[in-house]
């Protein structure tokens, strides 16, 4: 039975319920990014499903077998074309789902449960792509991943186990392909529902999309869930699959020479949502690049919603007036601040040549200094200046963070040419 908040006794309608607010139907509350995301991994489903007819998971057979899915089935190219752009473009949602979540509030209490759940489903789609990646077998899959799982190296301890672990040995082989293909094809899609399943079910519980509670009497009453709801969403599902088709018809799914262990590219680069780290190490010690940076920041993630914030604007965007012109002054710092390190990191004498000291201090420990002191400068400097809550400071140092990540992958995957050496994007061949 319906209780009047949309939800019912009954699992299914906790996904969908009978009736829902109005308020609840704009666009620019979700933008639709949770159902796209669905769309899209369920795409992913299908189209995997076909490709499995013809893929072998062996070295001597994987690139051969891409090929002839290519060169010789019916609408093989095309159908291998919707599973690569329908992985890229699930990653690129499911950040942007995070994002929009984040910014309008849907993440205080009663829904801390589900952020976790959310933060869970982003990890669990970048895994699910990365595993994918080898599959094809070409120079570029092959290299990308070597890269990618290279980093685990500079994880204290349990580093060099897990990279073993995932590629079955010192070097990648046979047994990583059987590992990325197993993960790739049915451990990861199992977790992918059973998770989404629960985090739906949990948006339900907590009453549905979150909306701004100043609204009129007339936005919040409630309608049917059908047509009201079930039609914006089959628009949003068709253009979505429009302009994935048509993605997939303009753009072929890349695929260089057959992988070949001895003669590595130049430049080597990892994955496209990897590259932010990549692009890091080339700043900073790898304990601190690939190491502590990002467990402060996974760690700083998961705390988000546990904080003790003075009040909860749930479904304002961005917290207020006064947090938006606090995001843009993070935005316009990172933008600035970003591109002047890189280019200074570039051009100048290497620091620890110039001054002599252990690389650890010089490429670890001092920037290390050097960054929380600048973050801590810029959060109590931001919040002294605007007379800010810790809603509206803790936004503004999410933004900074993000915008710089952003700007490191850009420049990783567009600005680094043979050698990582900086160049413009029309000089990379």
């Given at each position: ?6 939800s ?10 009978r009736?829902?607010p ?42 051969h ?9 019916l ?13 890229s ?20 209490s ?42 685990l ?7 060099p ?6 590629i079955g040995?010192?070097?990648?082989g ?20 059973f ?7 949990r948006v ?12 009129s ?8 869930a059908?047509?009201n ?13 429009a302009?994935?088709?048509?993605t ?67 479904g ?19 933008v600035?601040v ?5 280019v ?7 620091v620890?040549n110039?001054?002599a ?9 001092v ?12 959060y ?21 963070i ?9 420049t ?9 050496q ?8």
């Amino acid at each position: 039975m319906n209780n009047g908040t949309g939800s019912t006794s009954s699992f299914i309608w906790h996904l969908h319920p009978r009736t829902l607010p109005e308020s609840t139907l704009r666009f620019n509350h979700t933008f639709g990014l949770g159902g796209m995301a669905l769309l899209l991994f369920v795409v992913q489903i299908f189209s995997g499903v076909l490709l499995r007819f013809v893929y072998q998971a062996s070295p001597a057979e994987a690139y051969h077998s891409i090929l002839l899915l290519q060169n010789e089935m019916l609408f093989g190219q095309f159908i291998r074309n919707i599973h690569y752009w329908s992985g890229s473009f699930l990653v690129m949602i499911v950040f942007l789902h995070l994002f929009r979540v984040y910014f309008s509030g849907a993440f205080y209490s009663p829904r801390q449960l589900n952020w976790l759940l959310g933060l869970l489903l982003l990890f669990l789609t970048v895994l699910s792509n990365f595993t994918g990646y080898l599959l094809p077998w070409d120079q570029r899959a092959y290299w990308a991943t070597t890269i990618s799982t290279g980093m685990l190296e500079y994880i204290p301890l349990l580093g060099p186990w897990l990279r073993e672990w995932l590629i079955g040995g010192e070097e990648i082989g046979g047994q990583a392909m059987l590992n990325f293909y197993t993960l790739h094809t049915a451990i990861f899609p199992f977790l992918i529902i059973f998770v989404m399943s629960f985090h739906f079910w949990r948006v339900r519980k907590a009453g549905g999309v979150v909306v701004p509670s100043d609204l009129s009497e007339k936005e919040n009453a409630f309608v049917p869930a059908v047509p009201n709801l079930v039609v914006r969403e089959l628009a949003v599902a068709l253009v979505l699959l429009a302009v994935l088709f048509m993605t997939a018809a303009l753009f072929n799914a890349p695929l260089q020479a057959m992988a070949n262990p001895a003669l590595s590219p130049n430049p080597t680069k990892a994955a496209w949502y990897f590259m932010g780290l990549q692009e890091l190490l080339l700043h900073f010690h790898p304990l601190l690049a690939a190491s502590a940076l990002p467990l402060a920041v996974s760690l700083g993630l998961v705390l988000l919603p546990y904080l003790n914030y003075p009040k909860q604007p749930q479904g304002i965007w961005f917290v207020s007036d006064k947090g938006r012109q606090m995001a843009w002054v993070a935005v316009l710092c990172a933008v600035i601040v970003t591109p002047l390190y890189i280019v200074a990191n570039a051009w100048l004498p290497d620091v620890q040549n110039f001054i002599a000291v252990d690389p650890i201090v010089a490429g670890g420990v001092v920037p290390a200094i050097v960054l929380l002191l600048s973050l801590s400068g810029f959060y109590y400097g931001l919040k002294k200046r605007f007379k800010a809550t810790l809603n509206e400071t803790v936004q503004a140092l999410f933004v900074l963070i993000t915008v710089i990540f952003l700007i490191l992958t850009i420049t990783g995957i567009w600005f680094r040419g043979a050698d990582m050496q900086l160049v413009w994007p029309w000089q990379i061949p």
